[in-house]
């Protein structure tokens, strides 16, 4: 039981590694790996970045993007490796696409259509008649008018 | 939109809404649509699990119907799912292959002699390299595939008796008289 345990324990430790151990030749290839995990959802517990799980799926991913990199790949060559295997998903940002058009020109397409809305009450607003008044009525307004006039001059 | 109808505009959207938010209540956030479905199988080569000289790759599955399951000891999943897998081989409706996925290959064949084993073949991809290419997220996922060893469907998640009598077996039966 107890080995089942400490073999549990140094698996789970075996797992949480960190992108430290990764050496690349160049500073152009550790900053394409960063930047690759950092927009890639790891599959298994979908909130987090391949960078940031600790999934065991993740860090064999990690394994396997690392020797893609290395080898010379470009970020294309490794986000069309991912996407042939796991689908558009498994990009943070989905590619532009008519079956994607709604996610990117959604929110503008609800502003456009709230700006309409609003063009719309305003104008109408606007374009409303100037209400008539009596003869009676002017005359009690202009009273007002004066009265407050007075005040202020008064005060 | 006529003046009088004009009370109604709030209702309709919430109808609308609510029609979404039902149908997201039946949707599975796990069950990822596979890029491979109507793509031919990744070529692999695997060692067998019973025989760890030989191999078998996909070349060797040509020319027959046969579901692909993806399976482990350490997956929980996989073991609510093994008698069914055991029924259906007994039923020999459809020849199934298993791929090993990451696992100790001991506790592999405990498994499959206490379990019983439905498989034609077991192979083992010690590294997950072959998953990783068949796009494997979670054990088990199950591929369905065809003569012409194209993907034809995919399934995350345990098979389960009624999704195999009413989908699976069925599309078995009509890909088996395609050429």
Same mark, same amino acid.
């Given at each position: 039981?107890?080995?089942?345990?400490?073999?549990?324990?140094? *698996?789970?430790?075996?797992?949480?590694?960190?992108?430290?151990?990764?050496?690349?030749?160049?500073?152009?290839?550790?900053?394409? =790996?960063?930047?690759?995990?950092?927009?890639?959802r790891c599959l298994v517990?979908q909130?987090?970045?391949?960078?940031?799980?600790?999934?065991?799926l993740? !860090?064999?991913?990690? %394994?396997? *993007?690392? %020797?893609?990199?290395?080898?010379?790949?470009?970020? !294309?060559?490794?986000?069309? =490796?991912?996407?042939?295997?796991y689908?558009?998903f498994v990009?943070?940002?989905?590619?532009?696409?008519? /079956?994607?058009?709604?996610?990117?020109?959604?929110?503008? *397409?609800? =502003?456009?259509?709230?700006?309409?809305?609003?063009?719309?009450?305003?104008?109408?607003?606007?374009?409303?008649?100037?209400?008539? *008044?009596?003869?009676?009525?002017?005359?009690?307004? %202009?009273?007002?008018?004066? /009265?407050?006039?007075?005040?202020?001059?008064? /005060? | 939109?006529?003046? #009088?109808?004009?009370?109604?505009?709030? +209702?309709?959207?919430? $109808?609308? &809404?609510?029609?979404? +938010?039902?149908?997201?209540?039946? &949707?599975?956030?796990?069950?990822i649509?596979?890029?491979? &479905?109507?793509?031919?199988?990744?070529?692999?080569?695997?060692?067998?699990?019973?025989?760890?000289?030989?191999?078998? #790759?996909?070349?060797?599955?040509?020319?027959?119907?046969?579901?692909?399951?993806?399976?482990?000891?350490?997956?929980?999943?996989?073991?609510?799912?093994?008698? @069914?897998?055991?029924?259906?081989?007994?039923?020999?409706?459809?020849?199934?292959?298993? &791929?090993?996925?990451?696992?100790?290959?001991?506790?592999?064949?405990?498994?499959?002699?206490?379990?019983?084993?439905?498989?034609?073949?077991?192979?083992?991809?010690?590294?997950?390299?072959?998953?990783?290419?068949?796009?494997?997220y979670?054990?088990?996922?199950?591929?369905?595939?065809?003569?012409?060893?194209?993907?034809?469907?995919?399934?995350?998640?345990?098979?389960?008796?009624?999704?195999?009598?009413?989908?699976?077996?069925?599309?078995?039966?009509? $890909?088996? @008289?395609?050429?």
């Amino acid at each position: 039981m107890l080995a089942t345990l400490l073999l549990a324990l140094s *698996l789970s430790l075996h797992a949480a590694t960190t992108l430290e151990q990764f050496k690349f030749d160049t500073q152009r290839q550790t900053d394409d =790996f960063r930047e690759l995990l950092g927009q890639m959802r790891c599959l298994v517990c979908q909130n987090e970045s391949l960078a940031a799980s600790n999934a065991d799926l993740a !860090q064999d991913l990690r %394994e396997e *993007l690392y %020797e893609q990199v290395a080898s010379g790949k470009s970020k !294309q060559d490794v986000i069309d =490796f991912m996407v042939a295997r796991y689908g558009d998903f498994v990009l943070y940002k989905p590619p532009l696409r008519p /079956s994607t058009y709604l996610i990117w020109f959604g929110p503008i *397409l609800l =502003f456009v259509i709230g700006a309409v809305v609003l063009a719309r009450i305003l104008r109408r607003q606007t374009s409303l008649p100037e209400p008539t *008044l009596s003869e009676e009525d002017r005359k009690r307004a %202009e009273a007002l008018l004066e /009265s407050t006039d007075s005040d202020t001059q008064s /005060s | 939109m006529k003046r #009088s109808m004009k009370f109604l505009l709030p +209702l309709a959207v919430f $109808l609308g &809404i609510a029609v979404f +938010l039902y149908r997201g209540l039946s &949707i599975d956030p796990h069950a990822i649509p596979s890029p491979l &479905i109507d793509k031919p199988l990744p070529p692999f080569e695997l060692p067998l699990l019973n025989q760890p000289d030989k191999t078998l #790759s996909n070349r060797d599955l040509l020319g027959k119907v046969y579901l692909l399951n993806v399976w482990a000891t350490w997956c929980i999943s996989c073991r609510a799912e093994h008698p @069914t897998l055991v029924a259906l081989a007994r039923s020999q409706q459809v020849d199934l292959y298993g &791929i090993d996925w990451k696992d100790d290959d001991a506790a592999a064949t405990v498994w499959l002699n206490q379990l019983g084993d439905p498989f034609q073949a077991v192979m083992v991809d010690k590294k997950g390299r072959t998953a990783i290419d068949l796009g494997v997220y979670g054990a088990p996922e199950t591929f369905l595939v065809d003569k012409k060893g194209v993907v034809r469907k995919k399934y995350a998640g345990a098979l389960t008796p009624s999704l195999l009598n009413d989908e699976i077996l069925p599309l078995v039966r009509q $890909l088996r @008289t395609e050429s």
